[in-house]
DNA sequence: CGTTATTACATGCATACGCATATAATTTAT
DNA sequence: ATAAATTATATGCGTATGCATGTAATAACG
């Protein structure tokens, strides 16, 4: 095992991380969303399915009741709708309103844009191997 | 230029670092220390001379005004020692006191530990072309 | 079954953050 | 040289966050 490489590796993967989310956040296609709004947009789109809110949180970068908040403003602006789980009265299943899979389309197409250009310096298959090496270490440790 | 592989692929890149992030959270060795004031700990510690603010701010992800507050929470703390720049007035010259050194050291150790195996799953070889990649998305657009 | 533990989410409170702006020093322009 | 523009950092203020804890519902256990 090696220690100091394992380390390097990690810490490009950081920086790397911060410096594409800096220029993302500096292209000003967020209308009134945080990168962190859009997010929760984005994962509930592509699950198109009721999630929980727990569920959320495997994806994003925040605490339970930061999420559960989160949830509350976008759910007052009317972007997405809490339902009742049937089977479990705890639970919370949220989906995007009409208004909400509109604006994730919306941003989601300009924000694919500037993703799209900042990943030019890879080729494709760079773009493969950087995504295979990244699902690779989500799946277990 | 694959705009569909491109966004899986930093899709990708942002939920690894949201995974290992919160497993790093997790383990418990951060002392008093948030992980956004270990990096910048880090930082100073890798540069091994005296660094200005706006210089740290390249690499973490912190506005400005966060970043001065933080150095300022360190410094009350006496992990950091602000210095003139004698050159330019306006400028701060940030390094670490002994304590920031020690401190930086030691939750640096446990911390790469963490690191290494959470890296584990992936071989040497892709520790080198993940950095490789992560490198090659940070030097420019 | 009833008690206890666990799970899912919400809320109080202190703190950290971002945006706008202020202050102070340096550079540029006239 | 003086005024205007720029750069480096700090501060006011509203908002988002995390931690601890609360509430309600389900699961586990004796």
Redesign the pocket.
């Known amino acids: 095992m090696n220690l100091r490489l394992a380390n390097e590796s990690w810490e490009s993967l950081l920086r790397a991380h911060a410096s594409l989310m800096r220029r993302y956040?500096e292209d000003g296609i967020w209308e009134d969303l945080?990168m962190?709004e859009y997010d929760v947009l984005y994962t509930l789109a592509k699950a198109n399915s009721p999630v929980?809110?727990?569920?959320l949180r495997d994806g994003v970068?925040?605490?339970?009741?930061?999420?559960?908040?989160?949830?509350?403003?976008l759910v007052d602006r009317g972007l997405i709708a809490?339902a009742e789980?049937t089977?479990?009265?705890?639970?919370?299943m949220l989906k995007l309103t009409d208004s909400g899979i509109e604006k994730q389309k919306r941003v989601g197409r300009a924000h694919a844009k500037t993703v799209a250009k900042e990943m030019a310096p890879l080729e494709q298959a760079e773009m493969k191997q950087l995504k295979a090496l990244c699902q690779k270490l989500v799946s277990k440790s």
Chains 1, 2 share one sequence.
């Open positions: 956040q945080s962190t929980r809110l727990n569920d970068l925040l605490s339970q009741p930061a999420l559960s908040r989160l949830i509350q403003r809490r789980d089977t479990d009265r705890r639970a919370l």
